[in-house]
Each structure stands twice: as structure tokens, then as C-alpha cells.
């Protein structure tokens, strides 16, 4: 799991600086999300939440069809992804839990993020909206979603085979 250097989240030109993944995996992932909802490039997806235990830290937003995820690493299986979400922050926080919340908000509403301890796409140094577009632009969505949908496990409900 990567650690941001001190002050950087408070810094928003040091932010903004931050690579793609990063900026989207530290703080900016509700951006992600909300651009990817506005201008669905497959169907079928709503935003999941991560929110860890009281005292916690390890917030996270993604979109998901139940069964793949998609957020800064790109898309995985959604259990992959909570696991990988879980490894991280337990192993550097003994006792660190979470429960799942499916959003009932517009991500791309500033007041709504605020209310959920999230900036708003105003509240950054420049465009986040545009920077997650140009981001959500250079997936080749189709194949990828294919990729994490073989490691999601067997046949989904919703299969021809089922």
C-alpha cells in the first residue's frame, strides 16, 4: 500500500502533482466514480463505499456491477479489490474493520461530498472532473472488464449457463 508524505493532502499544488493513480487512490476516488457515472462506459455499475471502523482511517469509493470493480487500479474482481483494500490497512492498523454502503448521493455534488469528509471537484487546485475523464479515457473497457470478470470466481447469477 502506497503512504503519502505529510502535508501533501493539505498542500494542493503538492496534490494535484500527485500521479493519476495516487491523486484518485488518495482522496479523489469519489471523483473517479462520479465521472465514471456521469459518462457510463459500460453499463450496469453504481458506487459502492468503503467505510472503516470508528478511529479509522481507509475511506474508499468505487463502482461496481456486484461483481467487477473499477477504480484507480483499474478493474479487478470486486472481492479482490475489498481484499486488497482490507490487507492494506489492517496490516498497518491491528483491528482495522469496515462495512460496505452502497452511495445514494452524486459524487459530483460538492455539498454531498463535504457532508461524506470529501472534497468537492471545486475544492481541487484544478479540474479533477476533466483529470478522471482523461483517466476513465485510456482504459480499454471492454477488455478489461473481461480480464477481472475471469478471476471473479465461477458463473454469475446472471449468466446464459447459470
Known sequence: MYHLKHGIKRNPERRWALP?????????????????????PLEGFYTERIVPDEGFFGNHYYVTDGWVAFDYHGYSGRERLLAHHARGWAGDYPGWGCRIEVVDFDLLDTAELN???????????????????AFIARVDHPKAFARALRTTGPVRPDDDDA
Open 20 to 40: 493519476d493513480r495516487i491523486f484518485f487512490g488518495h482522496g479523489a476516488c469519489a471523483i473517479l466514480a462520479g465521472a465514471f457515472l456521469r459518462n457510463p
Open 115 to 133: 457532508r461524506n469528509k470529501m472534497l468537492g471537484p471545486d475544492q481541487y487546485l484544478h479540474d479533477p472532473i476533466a483529470r478522471a475523464e
